[in-house]
T-cell receptor, first 117, second 114 residues
Framework: ETGVTQSPTHLIKTRGQQVTLRCSSQSGHNTVSWYQQALGQGPQFIFQYYREEENGRGNFPPRFSGLQFPNYSSELNVNALELDDSALYLC????????????????FGNGTRLTVT | AQKITQTQPGMFVQEKEAVTLDCTYDTSDPSYGLFWYKQPSSGEMIFLIYQGSYDQQNATEGRYSLNFQKARKSANLVISASQLGDSAMYFCAMKGRAGTALIFGKGTTLSVSS
C-alpha cells in the first residue's frame, strides 16, 4: 500500500509569486484534502476534492485553488503569495464510499514547508 | 460551529508510565467522529485512533485507548507504557456529518524521558 506523498518537501518563494504544491493520494483513496498548519498551531482546512470537484472549502481566499486529477492526485495553487502564507501544507486522502463520511480517517503526507520572504 | 479544545500545551512522562491527553469538543451535529493524530518533528500527521459518536465502547488500538465521555463532550487519549518514540505533538480532531473539514485542536506536546 502506497502512502500519501507530497512534493516538494521544502520551498522558498518571494511575496507576490505563485506556487504549486503536489500530492499523490494513498492507493485506493478517492478523496483528497489540503490543510495549512502555521507554526505551533493545529492544521486548518483549506478545501477538499472528490471526483475532480471541490466539495468543501474552509475560510481561505480564492487565491488558494486546487485540482484533482483522474488518478486522484492533486495540486494546491497559491497566487500572490503573502508572508502569512508561510506554513506547512499537508495533503490528506481518504476513501469515500457513502455517508457517513466522518468515520473515514484521513491519511496525511509528510507535508511541504513553504517559506515566503 | 465545531470546536476542539486541548488545554495541555505540554505533558511530561517517564518511560513505561501511562499518560492521558485531554480533549473536549463542541458540536451541534448529532453524528460525528473523533480522531487522534500524532505529529513527530518530521511533520507527518499519523492517524492513531477513531471514535464514532454512536460507538458504545471506547476505542482501543494497541497502546492507545480513547476515553470517550459523550455527556461531558470529552475524548481523552490514554497512552499506556510510554516509549521514547512517543515524544511528539498530539492533536485531537473531529468531523461532523454535515461537513467535510476535519477540525483540529491546538495540540499537546508530549515529552517522554528515560
Amino acid at each position: 500500500e502506497t502512502g500519501v506523498t507530497q512534493s516538494p518537501t521544502h520551498l522558498i518563494k518571494t511575496r507576490g509569486q505563485q506556487v504549486t504544491l503536489r500530492c499523490s493520494s494513498q492507493s485506493g483513496h478517492n478523496t483528497v484534502s489540503w490543510y495549512q498548519q502555521a507554526l505551533g498551531q493545529g492544521p486548518q482546512f483549506i478545501f477538499q476534492y472528490y471526483r475532480e470537484e471541490e466539495n468543501g472549502r474552509g475560510n481561505f481566499p480564492p487565491r488558494f485553488s486546487g485540482l484533482q486529477f483522474p488518478n486522484y492526485s492533486s495540486e494546491l495553487n497559491v497566487n500572490a503569495l503573502e508572508l502569512d502564507d508561510s506554513a506547512l501544507y499537508l495533503c490528506a486522502s481518504s476513501l469515500f464510499v457513502g455517508e457517513p463520511s466522518y468515520n473515514s480517517p484521513l491519511h496525511f503526507g509528510n507535508g511541504t514547508r513553504l517559506t515566503v520572504t | 460551529a465545531q470546536k476542539i479544545t486541548q488545554t495541555q500545551p505540554g505533558m511530561f512522562v517517564q518511560e513505561k508510565e501511562a499518560v492521558t491527553l485531554d480533549c473536549t469538543y463542541d458540536t451541534s451535529d448529532p453524528s460525528y467522529g473523533l480522531f487522534w493524530y500524532k505529529q513527530p518533528s518530521s511533520g507527518e500527521m499519523i492517524f492513531l485512533i477513531y471514535q464514532g459518536s454512536y460507538d458504545q465502547q471506547n476505542a482501543t488500538e494497541g497502546r492507545y485507548s480513547l476515553n470517550f465521555q459523550k455527556a461531558r463532550k470529552s475524548a481523552n487519549l490514554v497512552i499506556s507504557a510510554s516509549q521514547l518514540g512517543d515524544s511528539a505533538m498530539y492533536f485531537c480532531a473531529m468531523k461532523g456529518r454535515a461537513g467535510t473539514a476535519l477540525i483540529f485542536g491546538k495540540g499537546t506536546t508530549l515529552s517522554v524521558s528515560s
